[in-house]
C-alpha cells in the first residue's frame, strides 16, 4: 500500500468524519506550493483557512522555532513569566488600541474568552439584566458552545441545542437592525468587520460607525472578530482601521503564529480591570514557543511593506478576477488578500475541479469561493489562479 493509500485508509477507519477531505495527501511545500505524496503540486490558496501567511518553508519561522527550542523550555504554565509571552503582549499593544492582552490556543477560545470578559463587565456594573449578546446573519464565530451560539447558522447549531440563552440575531450591515437590538440589555455585540466563514462581506465603515456609537451609548462591549481577517490580510494589519472604528476588544488567532495554534484577546484597560486573579485561565495559552514564533511572525506581517504588498496584489487579484468572462460569475469582493469570487451556483464541484488544475480552492458558504493566500502571494500567482479559473469556468 502506497502512504496516499494507507493515510486516507487510515482517515476513514479511524478519525472522527467531521470532514470530507479530498483523495490525496499533502506531504510537503515550499512558497504558495504544495505537494502531495504522488508529487503533484498545487499552488494554495487556502493557505490552511487563512493561517499560513508567510506560506511555506520560510526560513525565517524555522528559526524562530530552532530559537526557542534552543531554551529547552517547550511548555511552562501560566503559573511562571515567561520572556516571549510578555514581549509579544507588549508588541500587540504597541500595535493596536488594545492595552492589556490575554493569550489562548484557538480563535473560539479567544470568543469564549471575550464573552466572559464582557459578562465579567456587565457583572462588575451589578447589572443583572444585561445579558443580552447580539451577534449578526452570517456571522462565524467559532464551534464551542459559546461561540457556536453567537454563530447563526442552522446546520451549526440545531443538533446542539440548548445552546447559551439571551442570543439576540441582527441583519449584518444593517443599522436599523442594530439600532433595534443593542439596547440597556446588551452586554456584548460581536461582529467580524469581515466577514470569512459567511461569504467575505465586508461591514460598512456606516455600520461599524453606528455600533460603535450604539455600544458607547448603552454601555455594551464591543467585539471585533478578527481571527480571520486580522494580522495584515486584508492590507493594513487590522481590517477595522480601514473603518476608523475600534473596539473594546479584539479577537485574534488563525495567521498569529503562521501555522502554531495561538489564539488572543486584546482588551482595553478598562476592561482588563474588570478581571482579577483566577477568572479565566488556560493550561497552554501563550506559551513559550507560540508566543516567540508570533512575535517573529507580527515583526514581519506589520511591516509597512509588507502590508503595501498585501494591498497591491489584492487590488491586481479583484481587478484580474472582474476580468473573468463567465455568466457564472456573481460578484467579486473583499480587501487585501481576502476575496470571495461569488458563483451563481454551488461552488463544491469548482473547488473538487481545481485539485485537477494543481489549485487548493475553499468555499466560504454555499456559492463564495474565497481566496485567502499566503500573503507571500505574487502577481504572477494571480494570473496562474485566474488562467485556470477562466478555463474551469469556461468548461463547466
Ligand atoms: C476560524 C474562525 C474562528 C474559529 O477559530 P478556531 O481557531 O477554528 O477555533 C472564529 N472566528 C472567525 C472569524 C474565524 O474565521
Known amino acids: 500500500m502506497s502512504v496516499t493509500e494507507e493515510t486516507i485508509h487510515l482517515e476513514q477507519n479511524y478519525v472522527v468524519q467531521t470532514y470530507a477531505r479530498p483523495p490525496f495527501v499533502l506531504a510537503r511545500g515550499e512558497g504558495m506550493t504544495l505537494y502531495d505524496t504522488a508529487g503533484r503540486a498545487y499552488k494554495d490558496w487556502v493557505a490552511g483557512i487563512a493561517v499560513n501567511a508567510l506560506g511555506y518553508g520560510d526560513a525565517g519561522i524555522a528559526q524562530a522555532i530552532q530559537d526557542a527550542l534552543n531554551s529547552g523550555i517547550i511548555h511552562l504554565s501560566n503559573l511562571y513569566h515567561s520572556a516571549p509571552h510578555a514581549r ?21 477560545e479567544a470568543n469564549e474568552g471575550a464573552i466572559k470578559f464582557a459578562r465579567r463587565t456587565a457583572y462588575n456594573q451589578g447589572a443583572a439584566h444585561k445579558v443580552q449578546l447580539v451577534t449578526f446573519s452570517d456571522a462565524f464565530h467559532g464551534r464551542t458552545l459559546g461561540s457556536l451560539s453567537l454563530t447563526p447558522k442552522e446546520k451549526y447549531q440545531k443538533p446542539f441545542h440548548p445552546l447559551l ?49 450604539l455600544c458607547d451609548q448603552h454601555g455594551a462591549v464591543l467585539i471585533f472578530d478578527e481571527v480571520q481577517c486580522g494580522m495584515g490580510r486584508t492590507g493594513t494589519l487590522w481590517a477595522h482601521e480601514a473603518a476608523g472604528v475600534t473596539p473594546d476588544i479584539m479577537t485574534i488567532a488563525k495567521p498569529l503564529a503562521a501555522g502554531l495554534p495561538i489564539g488572543a484577546i486584546l482588551t482595553t484597560q478598562h476592561i482588563a ?10 493550561t497552554f495559552g501563550g506559551g513559550l ?7 517573529h511572525v507580527l ?53 473538487k475541479a481545481g485539485y485537477q488544475y494543481g489549485l487548493l480552492l475553499v468555499n466560504a458558504g454555499t ?13 504572477h500567482d494571480v494570473d496562474d489562479l485566474v488562467d485556470k479559473l477562466a478555463q474551469m469556468l469556461a468548461s463547466a
Open 299 to 351: 515583526e514581519r506581517v506589520s511591516q509597512p511593506e509588507f502590508l503595501a504588498h498585501v494591498r497591491e496584489v489584492g487590488a491586481y487579484l479583484q481587478e484580474r478576477l472582474a476580468e473573468l468572462n463567465s455568466p457564472l460569475v456573481k460578484e467579486v469582493r473583499g480587501r487585501g488578500l481576502m476575496v470571495g469570487l461569488e458563483l451563481t451556483e454551488p461552488v463544491d464541484r469548482f473547488v
Open 273 to 282: 480591570d474588570q478581571l482579577h486573579v483566577g477568572d479565566h485561565g488556560t
Open 165 to 213: 440563552p439571551h442570543v439576540l440575531v441582527g441583519e449584518y450591515n444593517s443599522v436599523a437592525s442594530a439600532e433595534r437590538l443593542i439596547t440597556e440589555d446588551t452586554c456584548a455585540v460581536i461582529l467580524e468587520p469581515i466577514q470569512g466563514e459567511g461569504g467575505i462581506h465586508p461591514a460598512t465603515p456606516e455600520f461599524l460607525q453606528a455600533v460603535r456609537a
Open 289 to 295: 514557543l507560540v508566543t516567540s514564533v508570533a512575535q
Open 367 to 379: 456559492h463564495v469561493i474565497r481566496l485567502v493566500p499566503p500573503l507571500i502571494a505574487e502577481k
Open 88 to 108: 509579544l503582549a507588549k508588541h500587540l499593544v504597541e500595535k493596536s488600541f488594545a492595552d492589556r492582552v490575554f493569550f489562548c490556543n484557538s480563535g473560539t
